[in-house]
């Protein structure tokens, strides 16, 4: 018994002397080596940035923060927290991977998930009374003790028919979605909470002005606070008017109320005019002072292009072209124009009262003119071309101006350009061309001209002579090409018989 146990011993210690047992030693220690190493990069590609570790593949970069968000959050100087409210395995993917990409690209940016199910303390805490009415995957900007809420089906995603929406939603279980417009809200969000004060645009009402209340939302996302103001109860213009917004009026102002007026420009006011067609002396005072301090007059009659690289449709939807600016300059680089439906050519005069700059915007070609139509002209049975004695152009439809005061103006000569469908034409630059306008006279932070990413995709618009160049092509020139080669065919065969 005891030589077979000195006998296994023996083999045992052989067994362990040998080179097997090296060999998977060996292999035990390069395999812990190699996990090791595996979970040590797995913590340090963790701990990179999102931008890093995911790629945006996307067509339209809906994960890529633009320029203007990543000046912004570069040049941040206090904290400011963003949380996305979901319930858990709720969230929005693409707000998600989006938010992720604010908190990378700022130490002073925090991202927070919160639950409402699992914490509605701290969502009341958050967001006050607001709270019971937010929508899952809304979010909350915070900076000390300032919030804005943004809505997850307003101010992340829109939709441009709500009628339809709720029509396809509640019957159909499907939504309309028309654009992702998460980056905008949110940078527009964080430069709401970390500005010190909000610019004033009033808006002036009491004289049949055009209802554009369906832009404060938009004006308010490049944060300023917007207000409607009757001159005739208040008697002045307040003292914090950043910018007096003047919609296209259709009575004229009293002269108690252009007093009030002409004493804020010469304080160094700031006004926003657009107009639409008007007859006779219907805004003799309002136009009167226009031209007075900045000498700016507006042609009677309505602007058409005899340029097919100059309107689309119909001759009297301009695509003027758009001169150098600090208003026009960030839509000349993108490669944008503006539409005008309706628009009147303005007239400058050569020399300019003491002390005004003044500088066209929106110009029309040399093949333009301008029309009035009799008492006995059926405006239907126009025929687009020039009768005796209309004015020829160029024509100027937009202006900017200053005066060594301080005051500045702008005057747009066509209020129809902000209707959503002509917006639509021009692919959001009508929109911009306001909003550049409004931040610019408002002495405001760069206006945000960071583009929502349509769902749709955008409106191709053409001139119309590209137009006729694509029929041409399409209708006249490729349907000949199998012709022309059927042609070469049959020949050839015929010389070879």
């Not at 709401?192 to 004006?219: K, M, N, R």
């Amino acid at each position: 018994m005891k030589e077979r146990l000195k006998q296994a011993l023996s083999r045992i210690r052989d067994a362990l002397r040998g080179t097997g047992l090296r060999r998977g030693s060996y292999s035990l220690a390069v395999s812990l080596g190699i996990l090791a190493l595996l979970v040590l990069l797995n913590l340090i590609i963790g701990a990179l940035p999102t931008n890093v570790t995911r790629l945006d593949t996307t067509p339209d970069r809906r994960f890529t923060l633009t320029q203007e968000t990543r000046e912004i959050l570069q040049g941040l100087q206090r904290e400011v927290t963003l949380v996305l409210v979901a319930e858990a395995g709720t969230e929005d993917a693409d707000l998600s991977g989006l938010l992720d990409r604010y908190e990378d690209e700022s130490g002073y940016i925090h991202v927070r998930h919160l639950d409402p199910v699992a914490s509605p303390a701290a969502l009341r805490q958050y967001a006050g009374e607001e709270a019971e009415e937010l929508e899952s995957n809304s979010v909350l900007v915070l900076a000390g003790d300032t919030l804005r809420v943004l809505n997850y089906r307003y101010d992340i995603y829109t939709y441009s028919d709500y009628a339809s929406y709720y029509q396809n939603y509640y019957y159909y279980g499907t939504e309309l979605l028309d654009a992702f417009v998460a980056e905008r809200s949110i940078t527009s969000a964080i430069r709401y909470v970390t500005a010190p004060a909000l610019p004033a645009a009033y808006v002036l009402t009491g004289h049949g002005e055009q209802d554009i209340s369906a832009l404060y939302g938009e004006i308010s996302l490049e944060n300023i606070r917007v207000e409607d103001l009757d001159l005739r109860t208040a008697g002045e213009v307040p003292a914090d008017c950043a910018v007096l917004l003047v919609p296209a009026p259709q009575r004229d102002l009293s002269e108690a109320e252009c007093a009030a007026l002409r004493a804020y420009l010469e304080a160094g006011g700031r006004v926003l005019l657009l107009t639409q067609y008007a007859e006779g002396e219907a805004l003799s005072r309002l136009l009167g002072l226009m031209e007075e301090l900045w000498g700016v007059t507006v042609m009677e009659g309505t602007v058409f292009e005899g340029s097919g690289d100059h309107y689309v449709y119909y001759p009297f939807y301009l695509y003027p072209d758009l001169e150098s600016h600090a208003i026009t300059d960030a839509l000349l680089k993108g490669g944008y124009r503006v539409v005008l439906p309706d628009a009147q050519g303005l007239t400058l005069k050569e020399e300019p009262p003491e002390g005004a700059e003044l500088t066209t915007l929106l110009t029309t070609s040399e093949e333009a003119f301008s029309h009035v139509f009799g008492p006995e002209e059926d405006p239907d049975a126009f025929d687009f071309r020039p009768s005796q004695g209309d004015p020829a152009g160029p024509f100027a439809l937009a202006v900017a101006g200053e005066r060594t005061d301080g005051s500045r103006m702008v005057w747009l000569s066509d209020v129809y350009f902000l209707d959503s469908m002509v917006g639509e034409m021009s692919a959001g630059a009508n929109m911009d061309l306001f909003l550049n306008a409004l931040g610019w006279l408002a002495d405001n932070e760069g206006p945000l001209s960071i583009r929502e990413i349509s769902a749709n995709g955008d409106a191709l618009t053409m001139t119309q002579s590209r137009k006729t160049a694509m029929t041409v092509l399409f209708v006249g020139v490729l349907p000949l090409i199998p012709v022309a080669a059927g042609i070469v065919v049959v020949t050839r065969r015929r010389r070879r018989t």
